[in-house]
């Protein structure tokens, strides 16, 4: 059952993302994009600082840039919010997987439990049942008549 709700979870998000209007970038796009948007703001900023320039005013010329950028922030930032509302239902998904299947095994073992106890009880009241209606086994016949 797990595993048929989480193919239908993973077709449903894939459905869902080529029926998209904005682009998703593949995985090595998205690294590769991020990575120079780092490289390019973390230069500039080290240029900054070296000029004298004030960490807030540092700051400031970061947003700036990656507002112009070539690179499309606007992409990475929809394309890492995609990511990661996708991996977040994935994981709840999970999570209650993990939590169904702890008490399955709570439930289980309660049952195993109980049925050694009835085993147990069923057994103590046999042996009642034949001491109170003096039930005596053959050898114990046997060796009386003798």
């Not at 990475?76 to 702890?102: F, G, M, P, T, W």
């Not at 001491?131 to 005596?136: A, F, G």
Request: aromatic share 6%.
């Amino acid at each position: 059952m797990f595993k048929e709700n989480w193919l239908n979870l993973v077709e449903e998000l894939i459905e869902r993302r080529n029926r998209s209007s904005h682009v998703i970038l593949d995985n090595t796009e998205f690294k590769n994009k991020i990575s120079l948007l780092c490289n390019e703001v973390a230069n500039q900023t080290a240029s900054n600082i070296k000029n004298g320039q004030p960490p807030e005013k540092a700051i400031a010329h970061i947003n700036l840039l990656a507002s112009k950028s070539s690179l499309g922030i606007t992409d990475l930032i929809r394309s890492y919010n995609s990511i990661y509302l996708q991996n977040e239902k994935l994981i709840n998904v999970r999570k209650q997987e993990v939590a169904a299947d702890y008490h399955e095994r709570i439930r289980y073992l309660v049952f195993r439990i109980l049925t050694a106890i009835g085993i147990g009880a069923v057994v103590l009241t046999v042996g009642w049942v034949a001491q109170k209606l003096n039930v005596r086994r053959k050898k114990e016949i046997r060796n009386r008549e003798l």
